[in-house]
């Protein structure tokens, strides 16, 4: 029996270490967030912490990793939101 390897990576608004298959991968580029485009930095946000509505806690987490105000930042999210949840 082949003992493989599963990747765990960490939810940047609940902390939580989950595996990366089921994690959203997205990036900040020009202080906007956008998909994982392979080159740069990302990060990760469970699903959970994605579908909540009280997106409190994200939206902290997100304007300090992509320096950014809130405003601009729930703005974002909800476009993402649709994108991933609604295809």
Avoid: W
């Avoid at 595996?19 to 580029?29: A, G």
């Avoid at 912490?49 to 950014?68: H, I």
């Amino acid at each position: 029996m082949v003992n493989k390897h599963i990747p765990f990576r960490m939810c940047i608004s609940c902390r939580g270490k989950i595996e990366q298959r089921k994690l959203i991968r997205l990036q900040c580029k020009d202080k906007n967030i956008i998909g994982y485009t392979k080159r740069g930095r990302s990060f990760y946000i469970c699903r959970d912490c994605f579908k909540k509505n009280k997106n409190e806690k994200l939206a902290k987490s997100l304007q300090r990793y992509c320096k950014t105000d809130k405003e601009k930042i729930l703005k974002m999210v909800e476009i993402h939101k649709e994108k991933i949840f609604n295809g």
